[in-house]
């Protein structure tokens, strides 16, 4: 059995995964840039994308991606790997920045096949169909009956490839960022972190996100950022808080108006002295 193939079998429940294989062994240091997507326009309407072409960023996507890529022009990246997906090719570009580097693309880095239920509304899906739910419990499981719906082990399975092909290539160098979706890269963290995969689900990867990884060799990497943001939205202040016009009108009105004369006169009390 490989190191790789030991390492998944750890997180397995028993079911059957093979491994992505690695020719030779893996003795130079490489240090791995993990980056989300900006925000969607799938995000903004909580539908699914899955793995749908032509979902772009939005204007606010565009600026988290840029503000990342302002943040990190002086990190020593060496090649970009992305999804061959618009929203997370778009941030790849954005995140470029001052780098004068190609981006490579690579299909195993795209996100989760969501099948037929590509396109659909979350919140709707989740009142209608009870294997959605049952997805979102085990999402290790594809659902029954449910056609081109990736289950966890397939997604890792080819994420993970798509890493260790990527570290085992000299030609990419020593500091490789790939620009992927939130389920591949809650994927890749959970693996080299020896997290169980069946919990992966849980991991929050925000937009324009970055973890980084530091490689030596085969030995497990150390965690040099985790979900890092140059802007996190829990710095954010709280937008203010609306104020309907109608209680103030109603308010206002109070404040005009007379005692009625059915107003019981309050008693004056003496001061006590």
Do not use: C
Request: net charge negative.
């Amino acid at each position: 059995m490989s190191d790789l193939t030991e390492k998944l079998s750890l997180y397995s429940t028993g079911d059957s995964i093979e491994a992505p294989k690695s020719e030779t062994e893996i003795h130079r240091a490489v240090t791995v840039y993990l980056v989300r997507h900006g925000q969607s326009e799938f995000n903004v309407s909580r539908r699914l994308p899955g793995q749908l072409k032509g979902i772009h960023l939005t204007e606010q996507g565009k600026k988290e991606a840029a503000d990342l890529g302002n943040a990190i022009q002086d990190m020593p990246l060496t090649a970009i790997i992305s999804s061959p997906l618009e929203r997370a090719y778009e941030t790849a570009e954005l995140v470029r920045g001052s780098h004068n580097l190609p981006i490579y693309t690579d299909e195993r880095l795209m996100d989760t096949g969501m099948g037929e239920w590509a396109g659909q509304d979350v919140h709707e899906l989740a009142k209608i169909n009870p294997q959605w739910a049952e997805y979102v419990r085990r999402p290790t499981q594809p659902p029954a009956g449910v056609d081109g719906v990736e289950g966890f082990y397939a997604v890792l399975q080819r994420v993970v490839a798509a890493v260790e092909a990527a570290r085992n290539n000299p030609e990419y160098g020593g500091h490789i960022m790939f620009v992927a979706h939130a389920d591949p890269i809650k994927l890749i963290i959970s693996h080299y972190l020896r997290l169980p995969i069946e919990n992966s689900s849980w991991l929050f990867i925000p937009n324009a996100s970055m973890t980084i990884l530091a490689f030596n060799g085969k030995e497990d990497p150390r965690v040099k950022a985790l979900t890092w943001t140059p802007a996190p939205a829990w710095l954010r202040p709280s937008a203010e808080p609306e104020i309907s016009a109608e209680p103030l009108k109603n308010a206002e009105q109070q404040k005009n108006s007379k005692p009625s004369k059915n107003t019981e006169q309050r008693k004056k009390v003496p001061a006590v002295k």
